[in-house]
């Protein structure tokens, strides 16, 4: 079938032995239902098919066999993935986006609720809604991605060189740099239960290496930027109304993991000050 998606996750990437390179993406359609599109080599696509966040897209999409997950879905053919316009605007308190997607996404507020759902196979996607923010943390990881992985992505680099030619691949299928380290929120539910999620946002990424360029490559201050930007401005200002999309990870959710979880959007609408009111 096809159909119009508002996308409003797009993860940094990853590197797949059986995918190559990946990007988790998800977003909701006309109804407010939920659509995850995997498997997406996204840097691998056409220019003029490189969406971004809140960007209406239309594609060919079917149920997926392989992932059972509920909002799951594959393209069917890429080539049928075109772009609709630009991304909505964040002018006027986000009104474009709150109408399009805050107000037709249910708010979850209890995590306990939602693991469970996704146990049962109701759902992998939640827009989440914290009820205290406690910190917001940084550690280390591995610098180097998995040679094997590696082996794949060098593969589909072969595999489509009839498609497009070298130089264009050479670009989009350079291996993209591995984050070394893995950004997360701790924060509690309405039911006062405490976790800590990794954040998975290709902005977060993103934002990494920028400032690690704008600070000469000083690592300590390039974090402390992402930290300024995630907790002192999102969080500490009080300016903003942040919520968290959160979704599984295919393996976690098939072995029904204590918390298959990890945050894949980051959302900091501007407050209203009539939210204060209610």
């Known amino acids: 079938m096809k159909e119009k998606i508002l996308i409003t996750v797009k993860t940094y990437p990853t590197l797949s032995r059986k995918y190559a390179e990946l990007v988790c993406t998800a977003g909701v359609n006309g ?89 049962q196979n109701e759902l992998s996607l939640a827009l989440f809604n914290p009820s205290e923010w406690l910190e917001f943390t940084h550690e280390p990881v591995e610098r180097e991605w998995d040679t094997r992985k590696l082996a794949s992505l060098e593969a589909q680099r072969r595999q489509l060189h009839l498609f497009k030619d070298e130089a264009t691949l050479a670009k989009e299928l350079k291996v993209v740099r591995k984050l070394p380290y893995k950004f997360s929120y701790r924060f509690k539910d309405i039911q006062g239960r405490e976790t800590k999620l990794m954040i998975e946002d290709w902005e977060i990424g993103a934002l990494y290496w920028k400032c690690l360029r704008s600070s000469q490559r000083n690592v300590a201050e390039a974090i402390g930027k992402v930290k300024t930007k995630y907790w002192d401005e999102f969080i500490v200002s009080k300016r903003f109304s942040p919520a968290l999309i959160l979704g599984t990870t295919l393996e976690h959710h098939n072995k029904k993991a204590p918390n298959p979880f990890v945050i894949v959007s980051v959302l900091a609408p501007p407050l209203d000050l009539r939210q204060r009111l209610f």
């Open 31 to 119: 109804s407010g239902e939920w659509r995850r599109l995997y498997p997406v080599r996204f840097r691998a696509l056409f220019d003029e098919q490189k969406y971004r966040k809140f960007q209406w897209i239309e594609a060919e999409i079917e149920k997926s066999c392989v992932d059972r997950r509920p909002e799951s879905y594959k393209i069917v053919r890429e080539e049928s993935l075109r772009i609709l316009g630009e991304p909505l605007t964040t002018a006027d308190k986000w009104f474009a986006r709150r109408e399009a997607f805050l107000d037709k996404v249910p708010f979850h507020d209890d995590l306990t609720a939602i693991i469970q759902g996704a146990h």
